[in-house]
């Protein structure tokens, strides 16, 4: 049972356009949502976090936007360069069970120059 | 510092023969997990630990075995291999507790089985 749906599975978009990958959770208790960044051949490395205490948080070009009731959250990628070509996992967890960390099935995202 | 460092990097199995995936971390992390990435279902957990001789199955234990008797070492053993688990897998760390610290990956093992 995949506690984090995730989609699209892959994303094309153009250099300089808005990528946009959404993600929904069904357990109610996660508390913390980070996103994973992965470039090939390497491990998926933190990107940006958020606690649903918030509905945004935003570093550089890239913000996650967090809607509580409808237990969704996505990241937002504005300005997309060819650089930022890879795949994106997000992620939840909760407090109580220490680090573990539940991740979405991941986006494959290609920026075309 | 090395950070989490996986080996091997490749590797091809025959079905039913065993093994061991290395995973060992310099950070003095107490929390370490192993993950397999397969396309379309992301990272699921193997198997994690909160520290020394402490360890609990994830999402999808059948098939592997772990253990921890240092801090810094945390190997997955394939007991008898099977074309299901053709994966790449990957090692993690990070401080237990310290979910906002993030999880420090390896650079994975990806392992065929034929």
């Known amino acids: 049972q995949q506690q984090v749906k995730q989609s699209p599975q892959s994303l094309i978009v153009q250099k300089g356009g808005i990528s946009i990958i959404n993600c929904a959770y069904e357990?109610?208790?996660?508390?913390?949502f980070p996103w994973y960044q992965q470039f090939p051949g390497k491990g998926p490395a933190l990107l940006i976090a958020?606690?649903?205490?918030?509905s945004e948080k935003k570093e550089g070009r890239f913000t996650i936007s967090f809607n509580k009731s409808a237990k969704q959250f996505s990241l937002h990628i504005m300005d997309s360069q060819p650089g930022d070509s890879a795949t994106y996992f997000c992620?939840?967890?909760?407090?109580?069970?220490?680090?573990?960390?539940?991740f979405g099935e991941g986006t494959q995202l290609t920026v075309n120059p | 510092n090395a950070g989490v460092t996986q080996t091997p990097k490749f590797q091809v199995l025959k079905t039913g023969q065993s093994m061991t995936l290395q995973c060992a971390q310099d950070?003095?992390?107490?929390?370490m997990s192993w993950y397999r990435q397969d396309p379309g279902m992301g990272l699921r957990l193997i198997h994690y630990?909160?520290?020394?001789?402490?360890?609990d199955q994830g999402e999808v234990p059948n098939g592997y075995n772990v253990s921890r008797s240092t801090t810094e070492d945390f190997p997955l053993r394939l007991l008898s291999a099977a074309p299901s688990q053709t994966s790449v897998y990957f090692c993690?760390?990070?401080?237990?507790?310290?979910?906002?610290?993030?999880?420090?990956f390896g650079s994975g093992t990806r392992l065929t089985v034929v």
């Open positions: 958020i606690r649903p205490d918030v």
């Open positions: 630990s909160v520290g020394a001789g402490i360890t």
């Open positions: 950070m003095n992390h107490e929390y």
């Open positions: 357990n109610t208790a996660f508390d913390y």
């Open positions: 993690a760390s990070t401080r237990q507790g310290g979910r906002s610290y993030g999880y420090t």
């Open positions: 992620a939840a967890s909760i407090r109580t069970s220490g680090s573990r960390l539940t």
